[in-house]
């Protein structure tokens, strides 16, 4: 198993054939998540909800059931259905409540997987829930640990580091360098919960100074790091202008701007893009680009939406990063995440019933077991394919709905309505029913289609008709001249 750590978040992968089953648990108070015996626990308190997110990767295609199963917390479905393509992955959230009248338990969740055509179990994990009404003294502090500067002062490089406290106890971080020429103004920092302690990290400026400095916090048994370009000269230190757009909006699965990325300063720089503070389920991205002193490069900029859980607009940050994923510069982004559907329908219609294809385009939205539900006028029957229906982000679905009219059937307007489990209509769509105007159930009257046909029948056999004995009188006149002069 290979665990992963990355703000308030935990993940877990486990590696199974011919699945790999990633759990993500939205974790808060710093607390730790471990699975097996012996590990620690995600902490909860009484009644309190965590989402579950897990994604599901395979490399040839088929239908699996995810199960998941607890001794005792509350669990949000209790069973997934996924149909995969070779290669694909999924990502479903499952909700895990903590039961409500309790002190300091226990509990487990199960998450199993299984091959939906054979039954055959392909594997499992479990994970462990510690629910506590007291406050977790023994659950370890996460920290979020950073720079917020660096400048050249007097000979000496000076760093502000900060550590950043996410839990509700008190954290005790050791700081060190991977250059032992590094004085910090206090080791180790003592920061209490909710809190943000900075520290002065000093260096000499000299010929032995490297380009780079990497900084280590340690809090109990996690290490966080980050990477520092050091300034050993004004002149050295890179200097980059980036332009970007103030505001974006996000419609389809993958968006595209132009960054202009400028090198201002007196070195060769190579640089990406990356994002910062990015709505979930959004991603951005660049190639590199190698820039000399004073040369500009245009930069396409990738923006990726995936399981979007929150849509609306959010401020966010495009930054500039060298080599070595160390920060040069940053400009702040609005980012308009938009959850608007399009809908639209294509009628046609057979002397008996109406046949109508409503073609929704999802917004960034995910939705799940989406049903189709149909209002009728008196005396319509309908039938939908399909029934039910996912909705992934951006995704565009079609649905087919027939109409019939019986012989009592009346005029009127039906309401196609997409509607989620919760009750949410997400998109509908009306239609206009007339079952005089269907062929099929046309009757014989002065203004009916049937009678229209009918009477242009009869004109047609008149008219044939009339040109018929017309040339036959003609025939006849010609053959009686004939005879006169033959007399």
């Known amino acids: 198993m290979v665990v992963t750590k990355g703000g308030d978040r935990m993940s877990y992968r486990l590696f199974a054939l011919p699945l790999i089953l990633v759990a993500l648990v939205g974790l ?11 590990a620690k626990c995600t902490f909860m308190k009484p009644g309190e909800t965590k989402v579950f997110v897990l994604t599901i990767e395979q490399p040839e295609t088929g239908t699996y059931i995810v199960t998941a199963t607890s001794d005792g917390l509350t669990v949000t479905p209790q069973e997934l259905t996924l149909y995969l393509e070779a290669n694909e992955s999924a990502t479903r959230w499952i909700r895990v409540s903590a039961p409500v009248n309790v002190y300091d338990e ?108 990497t900084f280590y916090a340690y809090v109990g048994d996690s290490e966080k790091k980050v990477t520092v370009r050091m300034p050993v000269t004004e002149s050295s230190q890179p200097r980059i202008k980036l332009e970007i757009p103030a505001r974006m909006t996000i419609d389809s699965p993958l968006e595209t701007f132009a960054a202009r990325i400028t090198n201002e300063g007196e070195t060769p720089v190579t640089v990406a893009l990356s994002g910062k503070a990015l709505p979930f389920g959004v991603g951005l991205y660049s190639d590199k680009v190698e820039l000399e002193p004073g040369e500009a490069a245009i930069v396409t900029v990738y923006l990726t939406v995936d399981k979007v859980i929150r849509t609306g607009t959010f401020l966010s940050k495009v930054c500039v990063e060298d080599r070595y994923g160390a920060e040069l510069v940053c400009k702040h982004i609005v980012l308009e995440l938009t959850s608007e559907k399009k809908v639209e329908a294509q009628e046609t219609a057979t002397p008996t019933s109406y046949t109508v294809t409503i073609t929704v385009e999802n917004g960034a939205e995910e939705y799940s077991d989406v049903s189709v539900e149909v209002e009728t006028p008196k005396g319509w029957s309908y039938e939908a394919s399909p029934t039910t229906v996912d909705l992934e982000p951006y995704e565009v679905e079609s649905i087919t709905v027939t109409f019939t009219p019986a012989e009592d059937a009346v005029d009127g307007t039906a309401i196609v309505r997409l509607v989620t489990p919760d009750g949410t209509v997400i998109a509908q769509k009306t239609v206009a029913l007339s079952k005089s105007a269907l062929t099929g159930y046309a009757t014989v009257g002065a203004s009916s289609p049937l009678a229209l046909i009918i009477a242009a029948i009869v004109i047609a056999l008149i008219v044939a008709l009339v040109i018929k004995k017309g040339k036959r009188a003609v025939e006849e006149e010609e053959e009686f001249e004939e005879l006169t002069r033959k007399e």
Request: hydrophobic share 40%; with cysteine; proline share 3%.
């Open 28 to 38: 808060v108070s710093g607390a730790v998540f471990l699975s097996g015996t012996g």
């Open 106 to 213: 226990y509990y487990t969740l199960d998450i199993s997987i299984y091959d939906a055509e054979t039954g055959d179990f392909v594997e499992s994990e479990q994970y462990c829930f510690h629910v506590y009404k007291g406050v977790l003294a023994s659950a370890a502090p996460d920290v979020v640990f950073g720079y917020k500067g660096v400048e050249l002062r007097e000979g000496k490089v000076l760093v502000t580091l900060y550590v950043t406290n996410l839990g509700r106890t008190t954290a005790t971080a050791t700081l060190d360098a991977d250059y032992g020429n590094v004085t910090f103004e206090r080791n180790p920092v003592v920061v209490k919960g909710y809190r943000t302690v900075e520290v002065k990290a000093e260096i000499p400026a000299d010929e032995y100074l490297p380009e780079f400095v």
